[in-house]
């Protein structure tokens, strides 16, 4: 049953997403009327019939309806053929609301409903897909394929060129933890919560990303035997450096993970913004390729659009306050780990000592198997066979250093952001990381 009202304000709450859904279909976030039922006969409702009315006749249910404009109420069939909990509450709907207001409803079809419904809320276009999980209710009535457990615990969020490459890997090496599977479009990143194409493939592709944790052990029949202990809980995590600058990402990363762990590494916005630059270059931006950093980092909103661009999307992530601080609109401080970009490179064992911490992970060696590699001039992974692996060749490139003139010019550029990260940070009780003291 759906149905247009005239309206006074809006009430909306978007619940568990339909599985997937083709673009070409339009989703409305869920309402809800508080009206819900276990009983298909309205003889069982609590508190009767007459309870049943009283939502009608001035309760919640003709609340709701007054309160939004576009009004779809679902009900069980059983409720309209069989029962009269549907064909008892509805009619009652109409008639306390016809002869108490002024409201004209009407049944215009879903479509034109779905037109209306968006012109009025255009920011609701593209759906917020809410997890299920944390709530019982929802929990209890999932489909098998649903499996909570499949979702991660931990984001690792960015910036990109700030080392999350290095955290992941050396993260990946804890046998308690396990990331997403390897991703066509985007290598080892998932992405889903920056890239709107892929938001658009709902939960159920999101957990597809992910491997299923080990199920615990099958204890053994023979009770004379003890019981292996079941095996220890697999933190799953992913890391997409897309995810610290994007606008939508904390809201929709929320919906989906309330309580996950996030981490965010501060390397010096002036040397992440030049292995940005230098990383465009390496794979042929031609605008990279035919402006120097130079002129990049000078460029202002009258240069020529590709040359603003690129400049904006190499500066602006290293506005490090904005980004933490809009993240932290949706989740608390104290499940957000802050790691010095300079630390990971210099001090990568202590590192990850500081992330198991923080994810309350058993201590794992990585004093022994994380080494310096003269050659790379980075940490690298000690194999079983003793040689080091290092990161790829995309990761601790070699470029010409900064120029004292563009370090100096990107030095004032960052001040005022930096001043305002020291305050933050100040606020939050952390340590600042040491290029900032
Ligand atoms: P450069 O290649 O400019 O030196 P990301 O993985 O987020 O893209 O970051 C890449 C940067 O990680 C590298 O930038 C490098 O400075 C830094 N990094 C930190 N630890 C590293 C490691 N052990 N090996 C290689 N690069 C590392």
Known sequence: MSLFSVPSSFHSSPLVPLPSSPCSHQVLPRQ???????????????????????????????????????????THTPNYCCDRLALTLFPALFKFTSRWTQLQL???????????????????????????????RHREILPAWFNCSQLPQLLILGPQKSGTTALHTFLSLHPQVQTNRQSELHYEEVQFFSDDTLYQRGIQWYMEQFPYPPSPSVPPTNSSLPSSPPPPP?????????????PQAPQRAKAVLPQAQLVVILADPSHRAYSWYQHQ??????????????????????????????????????????????????????????????????????????????????????????QYDSRKGFYCVVESN?????????????????????????????????????ELLTRLGRTPPRWLI
């Open 386 to 422: 003793r040689r080091k692996k290092c990161l790829g060749k995309s990761k601790g490139r070699s470029y010409p250093p900064m120029t004292d003139e563009d370090q100096q010019w990107l030095s004032s550029y960052y001040a005022p952001h930096n001043a305002q990260l020291k």
């Open 106 to 136: 009407s049944y215009p079809g879903p479509l034109a409903m779905a037109d209306r419904y968006f012109s009025l809320y255009p920011e609701d276009t593209s759906p917020l897909w809410t997890s299920p999980c944390s709530n019982k």
């Open 281 to 370: 270059r390496a794979h042929s931006d031609p605008t990279a390729v035919r402006f120097s950093f130079s002129e990049v980092i000078r460029a202002s909103p009258s240069s020529p659009p590709h040359l603003s661009s690129l400049s904006h999307h190499c500066l602006t992530p290293g506005h490090y306050h904005q980004h933490i601080s809009h993240w932290l609109e949706y989740y608390d401080h104290s499940q957000l780990l802050l790691i010095d970009g300079d630390e990971l490179v210099e001090r990568p064992a202590a590192v990850m000592d500081q992330l198991l911490e923080f994810l309350r992970l058993p201590f794992h060696p990585f004093q022994n198997i994380l």
């Open 234 to 246: 697999t933190l799953l995590f992913e890391k997409s450096a897309t995810y610290f600058v994007h």
């Open 32 to 74: 809800t009327c508080r009206l819900f039922t276990h009983t298909f006969l309205y003889s069982h409702f609590p508190g009767g019939r007459n309870q049943l009315v009283s939502l009608a006749a001035g309760g919640e249910v003709f609340l709701t309806l007054l309160r939004t404009p576009v009004s779809i109420f679902m």
